[in-house]
């Protein structure tokens, strides 16, 4: 697998609930702008996604937190890097 099409996997956590967890290359990522647009995405009121051909809209407020492994190489200034727990 070329480094061009890793997969990504976002994993979002539920307040309740399991975890949904979705699959997508690196190639794909950077064509939808992924960590382009999350300065666009914390002022919306739900996330959405198609996973499996189903169309999800789920409510940040149902949404404990995000988790994108790998992380995206670009991301926002504003946003902590190279942090480690």
């Known amino acids: 697998m070329s480094e061009g099409n890793a997969v990504i996997t976002i ?3 539920l307040v309740h609930g ?3 967890r979705a699959k997508v ?3 794909e990522a950077r064509r939808l702008g992924v960590s382009d647009d999350l300065e666009k995405a914390v002022h919306r ?5 198609v ?3 189903k169309l999800l809209l789920i409510p940040f407020a149902n949404i404990k937190f995000v988790e994108v492994d790998p992380a995206p190489a670009n991301l926002p200034v504003w946003l902590l890097q190279g942090t480690r727990a």
């Open 11 to 13: 994993t979002i956590h």
């Open 45 to 49: 009121t739900a996330m959405s996604l």
């Open 51 to 53: 996973l499996d051909g």
């Open 25 to 27: 290359t690196t190639d």
């Open 18 to 20: 399991e975890p949904i």
